[in-house]
């Protein structure tokens, strides 16, 4: 299954940019009101020695459909996989059976940092800085505009901190600050909206689901918290079984 690319000469022209986003081929046909945007963290580089680092960060960020390869072969194909992507169609859906094709091409992601990470670097893998969740922002933004979608589920916390700020800066912007909402074992989950050419979209921040994560009991979250998202995913039987 490819990738929509209605939008893909837009966004080249976005320099926050450096991955073009997966778009699902049935995605634009969704309602506005209908239609999630998954936002993963960062891609990862894991070269085998440190003198390979350089080559392969270079290879990754020349490889503008990389976003896309891992949702192709990953989450789609299940071709190979992380925890991360494991647990994710498992948030959505509320199940361990999922048709995979369906959901991937009703729905959109890409990773909010662009800018690859050293995941084997000395020390622990590396982390996006202030600065790179700030530019992160002002690239979300350009995103939205063009896919409109009704809802935005955060893989992670981290940008929470980042984004009062940012949206305080950028102009013609409206949006609803930060909340916490209520602790989902030893995290607590928030939510926020944006306004972006007349069009509200909710933005939905989870715990990370890399390791740690319970994708049962953060489901049982959504179904609480953010019914509508949950009612119009649970009606398009993307799986008939609802066993953990």
Not at 59 to 87: C, G, K, N
Not at 143 to 172: D, I, K
Not at 208 to 235: A, C, M, V
Request: aromatic share 12%; glycine share 6%; with cysteine.
């Amino acid at each position: 299954m490819n990738a929509d690319t209605h939008f893909d000469k837009t966004f080249t022209t976005l320099s926050g940019l450096i991955w073009l986003p997966w778009v699902g081929p049935k995605y634009l046909a969704r309602p506005t009101e209908a239609r999630l945007l998954v936002v993963g963290e960062s891609h990862y580089a894991k070269p085998a020695s440190p003198d390979q680092l350089a080559r392969v960060l270079q290879d990754h960020i020349e490889s503008v459909t990389y976003t896309r390869e891992v949702v192709s072969e990953s989450l789609v194909d299940d071709d190979w996989t992380t925890p991360t992507l494991t647990a994710l169609p498992k948030l959505i859906t509320g199940a361990s059976d999922f048709d995979r094709e369906r959901l991937w091409a009703d729905t959109s992601y890409y990773n909010f940092v662009q800018r690859m990470m050293h995941y084997n670097r000395e020390g622990g893998p590396e982390r996006p800085s202030w600065d790179d969740y700030v530019a992160g922002w002002a690239t979300f933004v350009d995103v939205v505009r063009l896919l409109r979608p009704s809802h935005c589920l955060f893989l992670g916390l981290a940008a929470v901190h980042s984004f009062n700020y940012a949206m305080n800066h950028t102009e013609g912007i409206e949006h609803t600050d930060i909340e916490s909402t209520e602790y989902v074992g030893r995290a607590q989950a928030r939510r926020a909206s944006v306004t972006v050419d007349g069009h509200t979209t909710e933005l939905i921040f989870v715990q990370h689901p890399g390791k740690y994560f319970s994708w049962s009991r953060w489901h049982g979250y959504l179904s609480t918290r953010h019914t509508q998202l949950t009612n119009w995913i649970d009606e398009q039987k993307y799986t008939d079984n609802k066993e953990a």
